[in-house]
């Protein structure tokens, strides 16, 4: 029993402290709280007509606020409306710009397309030059192609005329001895 009663006292030692605490953080409060009310002092009496007199002079003093205020006002709004006409007529010189920009641009459209015409006229101009100029040239060999078939008789059943003239020439040196040497010298025979 001793033991317990011994681990109970450090407990109600703490318990001391905080309470002594707890009263020393009560009375330092309303102390302070108690400062302010010395510390007022009593406001001497102030007559009716020196109430009116400086409200009167507040009266005074806002109206002239109120004017300067005023005035300023005005130049802030002059100040903004001379902005305002620099940027209209920054915006005026932007859009005659553009518009040369525009025009610069039509002109540029219409050189492009003067130039596609061009090229276009001339494709057509080479495809017109080339049959002209090659249909002489298909005629005659149309020409030359008939004399040849004509001349020569290609399609013939035992050959082109030149071929039976070679087989006639090998035949005569058969028995012509000077017509052999001949053919045998052109590599004929």
Known sequence: MKDAHRELHPLRLMNKAIRFGL????????????????????????????????????????????????????AV??????????????????????????????????????MIAGIFGLIGYIVWDRKTALRPVEQRLIALESEFHRDLEIQHEEGSRLTRLVKVLREMAKTDEKLANVLRNFSLL
């Open 77 to 114: 709004d002059q100040r903004f409306e001379a902005f305002q006409q620099q940027i209209d007529q920054r915006f005026e010189s932007v859009d005659q710009r553009f518009e040369s920009v525009d025009e610069q641009l039509d002109k540029i459209w219409t050189l492009m397309l003067v």
């Open 23 to 74: 009263r020393l953080w009560i009375t330092a409060a309303l102390f302070a709280a108690a400062l302010p009310a010395i510390a007022v002092e009593t406001a001497p009496r102030i007559s009716d007509r020196e109430i009116i007199e400086s409200l009167t002079e507040l009266k005074a003093g806002q109206k002239a606020l109120e004017v300067r205020m005023d005035q300023r006002f005005e």
